[in-house]
């Protein structure tokens, strides 16, 4: 299992980015797929999650409203579309997968991730 996450950069407060995580290997790993994000002195904290069978999804409260997470099943890819981004949205963001975890559970929950993307909102 491969997560390659792209689409992070530099953006100015009220700015949109679409980061984007691209999978390969098992479909079964991939029964959640999960963006967090970590600040440098920060926990890694869940962002916004989605089981790839049913559609469900989960949002932290703070990007509720502004980020939405959906799934291109065709090209094996997981997006996280990010409006009105705030300074303390900076992070690098990173995707995860797992098999058995849920969408509100906690980074140690999921097995695959990938490498990250910075955002950075100046």
């Known amino acids: 299992v491969q997560l390659v996450e792209s689409g992070g950069g530099l953006v100015r407060p009220g700015g949109s980015l679409r980061l984007s995580c691209a999978y390969s290997?098992?479909?079964?790993?991939?029964?959640?797929m999960k963006w967090f994000r970590q600040a440098p002195g920060e926990e890694r904290e869940g962002v916004a999650a989605?089981?790839?069978?049913?559609?469900?999804?989960y949002y932290n409260p703070d990007v509720k409203g502004r980020f939405t997470i959906s799934l291109d099943n065709a090209k094996n890819t997981v997006y996280l579309e990010m409006n009105n981004l705030k300074p303390e949205d900076t992070a690098m963001y990173y995707c995860?997968?797992?098999?058995?975890?849920?969408?509100?559970?906690?980074?140690?929950?999921?097995?695959?991730w990938g490498h990250g993307t910075q955002v950075t909102v100046s």
């Open positions: 995860a997968s797992d098999v058995l975890a849920g969408i509100q559970d906690p980074p140690s929950n999921f097995k695959y």
């Open positions: 290997g098992d479909s079964y790993s991939r029964n959640c």
């Open positions: 989605i089981y790839t069978t049913t559609g469900k999804t």
